[in-house]
């Protein structure tokens, strides 16, 4: 199924892990689609249209079974389909945070393990809600969470 010109909703929802562990990771439910198209229409398309370069996110929806299997929190917006983590071929991650920041309409965007000298380390986390977008921007360096982007 097609979510914009560019991403299907197998690649929002694949999981090397899901894969290993046998872990259905489709979600059934309309509103959880209708969540990853609007992320696919106004985060991946635009980063996309913008760079030219394909990319698959490196983590999209996350089921319940598959969210407990890597320990992340229920309240993850990966559960509901509102984020997708990403890193962009031939780009910086903060590179690519920095236009996010200034160019997209989001509800949480945080530079993720990135090291300052090190363009290809962390990813970007990045998600969008249909109403009520927060533009949160956060730094997560494994052990805290720090207001603004790397440098």
């Not at 199924?1 to 892990?17: A, G, I, P, R």
């Not at 509103?31 to 999209?60: C, D, H």
């Not at 992340?72 to 389909?81: E, N």
């Not at 945070?97 to 090291?115: C, G, P, R, S, T």
Request: with cysteine; aromatic share 8%; hydrophobic share 35%.
């Amino acid at each position: 199924m097609k979510l914009s010109e560019n991403f299907t909703l197998e690649e929002l929802c694949k999981s090397s892990t899901a894969t290993r562990l046998g872990i259905n990771n489709i979600p059934e439910e309309d509103e959880i689609i209708e969540n990853l198209k609007y992320v696919a229409e106004n985060i991946l398309q635009p980063i996309r249209e913008k760079f030219g370069v394909p990319f698959t996110p490196n983590s999209g929806y996350r089921s319940s079974e598959l969210n407990k299997a890597i320990g992340s929190s229920d309240k993850s917006q990966h559960r509901k389909g509102e984020a997708v983590d990403i890193e962009v071929p031939t780009l910086d991650n903060s590179v690519l945070a920095h236009w996010i920041a200034v160019n997209l309409e989001f509800d949480q965007l945080i530079l993720e393990y990135y090291k300052i000298g090190e363009p290809k380390s962390g990813w970007v986390h990045v998600s969008y809600k249909k109403e009520g977008n927060r533009k949160e921007i956060l730094t997560f360096d494994g052990k805290q969470y720090a207001l603004g982007l790397a440098t």
